[in-house]
């Protein structure tokens, strides 16, 4: 069974400091990794995605993710928060050929002034 | 503008009616899907569609019903038999059903009366 696990429900960090958004997956076959964005009572927006090729992803608003294979994971990265980060933020794996999606259950990043 | 309309943004619902929600979208994709959001739950898939003429149910389909009659929209209905139908619905579509990225309408949040 496809699983994809997001430590932490919510993650709170300061203005300026670096945000660290855990997603952990499990999956027999070599899978298309995702992170997106929800804004309250919005849709979701793709952050960035991992297909194939380099593992270190670059996405929209400064937000990286890296893709290790070994450590089952695609953990969600910023340099430095701002105000405007402030969202749910979610994993999603599409394991195997067919485009069923599997998200993690989501993360709510808090950013304090 | 391309992208995916989701209406209405709230909708309320009566014991025993039946709703639908609209979901349409101008991407030309193939592949159209619908989940549900509860809190802290992620989202979980109801039904998909690959190709006009086709569905299938996802995980949580009990209680709702779908066609896929023209390439650009695909409705969900909400039954009297969905017992708990209160949550956040999103609609998303890819370009086809293989591997893609999912792009999401803004949703509809259905409250029960």
């Known amino acids: 069974a496809q699983s994809v696990t997001q430590l932490g429900s919510h993650v709170s960090v300061s203005e300026g400091a670096l945000v660290l958004l855990r997603c952990n997956y499990s999956s027999s076959v070599p899978p298309y990794l995702f992170w997106y964005v929800q804004y309250p009572n919005q849709g979701l927006q793709l952050l960035l995605k991992?297909?194939?090729?380099?593992?270190l992803v670059k996405g929209i608003n400064g937000f990286e993710a890296e893709f290790k294979k070994s450590e089952t994971s695609f953990h969600l990265t910023k340099p430095s928060a701002h105000m405007s980060d402030a969202a749910e933020y979610f994993c999603?794996?599409?394991?195997?050929?067919?485009?069923?999606?599997?998200f993690g259950s989501g993360t709510k990043l808090n950013v304090k002034p | 503008d391309g992208g995916i309309t989701q209406s209405p943004k709230y909708l309320f619902r009566k014991e025993g009616q039946n709703v639908t929600l609209s979901c349409e979208q101008n991407l030309n994709h193939d592949a159209m899907y619908w989940y549900r959001q509860d809190p802290g739950q992620g989202l979980r898939l109801i039904y998909y569609s690959q190709i006009v003429n086709d569905f299938q149910k996802g995980d949580i389909a009990e209680g709702y019903s779908v066609s896929r009659e023209k390439k650009e929209s695909f409705p969900l209905t909400v039954t009297s038999a969905q017992k708990n139908p209160t949550a956040f619905y999103l609609c998303?579509?890819?370009?086809?059903?293989?591997?893609?990225?999912?792009?999401f309408g803004p949703g509809t949040r259905l409250l029960v009366l």
């Open positions: 991992y297909t194939t090729g380099a593992t």
């Open positions: 999603a794996v599409s394991p195997n050929n067919f485009n069923k999606f599997y």
């Open positions: 998303a579509s890819s370009i086809s059903a293989q591997k893609e990225t999912q792009y």
